[in-house]
């Protein structure tokens, strides 16, 4: 007999086991998502090669190092041509520069180029802290990672911008953009996928790669996920097209902040250099 406290029984069942699978299970269970990156004048010596995007690592005391390092692992095996992290290397805490450290000493680098930006969490409390921010950065550029704040890497013909952190007052998108060269293949990094419908980017065409939103971390099947750090809450995950023949990525990233995750997977990015 099917009695009301058998039913309540199993109700208080399955919340149990959905709650151990957001809490236990889906944090740490990276998905690697293979997309193809269709990029204007790309140089043919780059044609076939991949670029794996990174984001959102959140080293610090919420996202377990094991994670982060089995991550950089799978990471390291793809054996990518280039490397590329938008932001929140760290969630501050005041022991973070020494884990950031002993982190990123394993940090996967690209067969020609690694290369990094800010997000608001390395800015520390209140994103206020440019002195928090500069010690990450050094902390990590002794292991190969160029970060890029406002500044362009040219990577064997392929122009990266890599633009500092809009919520951290640093977003300065002018001179890097208005410096590129049209006639040449560009990419541009940015953590705040808010900052594409900012001013500034000048008469930039093509791909855009962000981070910053975990995807929500949580999200009910069908419906948008209700907590999202935009303005424009359409930016949640995936490809966007923009204004202006510019195209939008933004990666569910790695890491978490409180440690959930309900229907979206932390993911790795894999893609795939085309000539568009
Ligand atoms: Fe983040």
Redesign the pocket.
Known sequence: MLTRRRVLQGAAAAAGLVGLHTWRIEPHWLEVVHRTLPIRNLPGRLRGGSLVQLS?L?VGPRVDDDYILSTFRRVAALKPDIVVITG?FSSYHPAVFDQVSAIYRHVPKGRLATVAIP?N?DYGPAWNHPEIAQQIVDRITPFGVTVLRNQTQDVEGLQIVGLDDLWAGRFAPDDPLRALDSARASLVLTHNPDTVDLPGWSNYQGWILA??T?GGQCKPPFLPPPLLPVRNRRYTAGEFALSGERRLYISR?VGH?LRVRFNVRPEVTVFELRPA
């Open positions: 959102d959140h929140d997000g969490h981070g910053h975990h990233g902040l």
